[in-house]
């Protein structure tokens, strides 16, 4: 009796280590790199949707400024990321070769969400932001391209490039793909500015990428993909007073018309003109890029400044903490 339940034991013990095993096996085709967490992305807690971002250049200074209508997520962290962290994107096509970088330059970035990224900037000046952007819509799958998965999108800017030259030669050998639980899909616009006061807006419309290169002073606003905002610059059609395309034209106007030095505090009072009838923001980013600095400027007058040359990163380690302590 003790031999057939011993033998019994020992089978149901080998039917289990075979389940245990097929289920690994299914596991690492499934996730070769690993399970990786996705994040979630909950559209009804963005503050993203009436934001501007202004850049201005002169002879001295390269400075821009984003503003947010509404208070940043209780979960917004600035991170410190230093040169050498290893970075992997997952490859939605091909599953077991997950694209893999090395971080080249130190950066500063914000997280919001449990991981969206929506700003930063490297030791360089060159800052990459998220700004909202409707109708966006990502491409198909294929296979020629770099696939790119969208939590990692202003990550992949700040960890390879100095300049806007230098990642305008890689925006289109890649691919952007949503890796993300969302009903909403990928609704962003991704903004770069540099230190030679060069911009990009980099848009996925209709699943094509469009890119467009302003040069200074340039201006972009949540909402309306930027070839909208220019039609509606030269031919106009009567939009609100209040909507993202007048913000825009007026905007634009004035930075045409400045003919004064720049600094932080000349360039953000442009957004608080009252001539450009902008509603009172929440809080602002402004970006020295040839100082390489950030400074977060809150309406309950909290001001925190990173002067990236300053930080003391720590080698092979992101160290992360609250944006407002």
Not at 33 to 51: E, H, N, P, R, T
């Amino acid at each position: 009796m003790i031999s057939v339940n011993n033998y019994l034991l020992s089978f149901i013990f080998a039917i289990m280590i075979r389940i245990y095993t097929a289920i690994i096996i299914v596991l690492f085709f499934a996730f070769p790199g690993g399970i990786v967490a996705q994040v979630s992305l909950d559209y009804d807690k963005l503050f993203m949707d009436a934001g501007t971002d202004i850049i201005m250049k002169d002879n001295i200074s390269v400075i821009s400024v984003r503003s947010w209508y509404s208070t940043p997520p209780d979960d917004a962290r600035i991170v410190f990321c230093p040169a050498g962290i290893e970075r992997s994107s997952p490859n939605d096509v091909k599953k077991r070769c997950p694209f893999e970088w090395t971080v080249k330059y130190d950066n500063i970035y914000v997280e919001v969400l449990n991981g969206i990224v929506i700003e930063g900037m490297n030791k360089h000046g060159l800052s990459a932001s998220l700004m909202f952007l409707k109708n966006s819509r990502l491409p198909k799958k294929e296979k020629t391209l770099i696939p790119i998965a969208a939590s990692l999108w202003t990550r992949f800017y700040l960890d390879h490039f100095k300049c806007i030259d230098t990642a305008m030669l890689a925006v289109w050998d890649i691919r952007l793909f949503d890796d993300l639980n969302s009903k909403c899909g990928w609704p962003f616009r991704l903004v770069l500015h540099d230190s030679t006061g060069a911009t990009a807006f980099i848009e996925y419309i209709d699943g094509k990428l469009r890119v467009y290169d302003p040069g200074p002073p340039a201006v972009i606003t949540d909402g309306p993909d930027y070839a909208s905002l220019l039609i509606e610059k030269y031919i106009p059609t009567g939009v609100s007073p209040e909507s993202p395309a007048a913000r825009f034209i007026r905007l634009e106007d004035t930075l045409m018309k400045y003919r004064y030095p720049i600094n932080i505090v000349s360039v953000l009072e442009i957004l608080e003109y009252p001539g450009t009838n902008t509603p009172k923001a929440s809080w602002f980013l402004a970006r020295d890029h040839r100082e390489a600095t950030l400074q977060f400027l809150s309406e309950d007058k909290r001001d925190i400044r990173y002067k990236l040359d300053e930080v003391n990163f720590t080698p092979g380690k992101e160290i992360r903490q609250k944006l407002f302590p």
